[in-house]
Every structure is written in C-alpha cells, then in structure tokens.
C-alpha cells in the first residue's frame, strides 16, 4: 500500500517562491509516474505537473514555465518548485502516484498567494 505525504506548502506573496515536497512510502516509486495537481475552492481539480519513470515531464499551460517537478528515487520524493505565484496559483496541491489500473493520493497541502 503505497502512502504520500505532501509538504511545504504555505503563505507567501506574489512574485515568491514555494517548493512542495511528496515522500512516498510503502514501496519503491522509481518505476512509476507521478504527479502533481491542484484544486481551487469551487474548482475541478486540475494537472499541475506530471514526471514519468524515465524523467519526462509535463506541464499544465498556466504553470508552464514557473514550476518545475523533479524527482528523487533514492528518497522516493517528488518535488514542485513553484517560482513566479501568483494569486490564482492559490490551491490545495496533491500529489499522485500512478499505479497499474489505480492511483494513489495525498492529504494535500494549502498554498496561498496574497497579493
């Protein structure tokens, strides 16, 4: 049963920065995708950022050149370094892993971004 634990979250002003962390447990994660989304109140949630096993990476179009995943398979982490917030990048962030036929979610984690 894999678990995640997302942190890192916070307040900060626009035009800051915020660097989100995901440690997975339960097994090792280096075979699989990951991913990063977010949710607005009222919101659908939607694709922040998605890495796969090989290190490709994806983008959703309102964050595409300010946040940047990684991933560290020796600490079974993904990270989210978010540069660049704005207010509307306002949201609770969670992470996913991405199994065969299933997916697997945080708690999440509020970001806030005052203007």
């Known amino acids: 049963q894999v678990q995640l634990v997302e942190s890192g979250g916070g307040l900060v002003q626009a035009g800051g920065s915020l660097r989100l962390s995901c440690a997975a447990s339960?097994?090792?994660?280096?075979?699989?995708?990951m991913g990063w989304f977010r949710q607005a109140a009222e919101n659908q949630r939607e694709l922040v950022a998605t890495?796969?096993?090989?290190?490709?990476?994806g983008y959703g179009d309102s964050v595409k050149g300010r946040f940047t995943i990684s991933r560290d398979n020796v600490e079974n982490t993904v990270y989210l370094q978010m540069n660049s917030l704005q207010p509307e990048d306002t949201a609770v962030y969670y992470c996913?892993?991405?199994?065969?036929?299933?997916?697997?979610w945080g708690q999440g984690t509020q970001v806030t971004v005052s203007s």
């Open positions: 339960g097994r090792i994660f280096s075979d699989n995708a």
């Open positions: 890495i796969t096993s090989g290190d490709d990476t």
């Open positions: 996913q892993f991405v199994g065969e036929g299933y997916n697997v």
